[in-house]
């Protein structure tokens, strides 16, 4: 093994300490490397990765609970079709008609603009669906902004409603 895969091992190594050290106390430490890591010559790759990563962590740590977006807590497929409800970039066929003119019809089969915002608050062919994701009534903004359960829910709405998000 190189010295550089040594040291990028080491690296992820300290990074999954640090996360987990700064998840539990809800701190974040400045990571402390080890002597191989402190090795790295200034300026090159690997220090810099460094330097960024210390970055992130001050900043994250002067930043307020609200200020943190729980979009981060999310699974990576789960990230991604939030993402694209939250831009607008989907698949359904508002999106595909008018932006991409991949589709003739920007209209749902229930005739109305296949938005995000259509699927996740009004289409009556995923009303069963919906009622089930979420009981109560529930606001858009609530529903793509709001704390890790509701992304979560929402995630798993868009997953399960059958449409290529
Ligand atoms: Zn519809």
């Known amino acids: 093994m190189s010295f550089r895969q040594i040291l990028s091992k080491t690296i992820k190594k300290e990074k999954k300490l640090c996360v987990s050290a700064s998840n539990k106390n809800n701190l974040y430490p400045i990571p402390t490397y080890s002597k191989q890591v402190k090795q790295a010559r200034v300026g090159s790759k690997i220090h810099n990765q460094i330097l960024l ?77 919906r009622d089930t994701t979420w009981p109560e009534e529930t606001a858009l903004q609530k529903k793509l902004y709001g704390p890790k359960e509701e992304l979560e829910r929402t995630a798993r709405f868009a997953l399960q409603s059958g449409l290529t998000i």
């Open 53 to 129: 990563f210390q970055t992130h962590l001050i900043k994250n740590k002067r930043k307020t609970r609200a200020e943190k977006d729980d979009y981060h807590l999310l699974q990576s497929e789960e990230q991604v079709v939030l993402l694209r409800l939250r831009t607008g970039h989907t698949r359904p066929n508002h999106h595909m008609a008018t932006k991409l003119k991949l589709v003739p019809s920007p209209l749902c089969p229930c005739g109305k603009n296949q938005t995000a915002e259509h699927i996740l608050q009004a289409c009556p062919y995923h009303s069963a669906l």
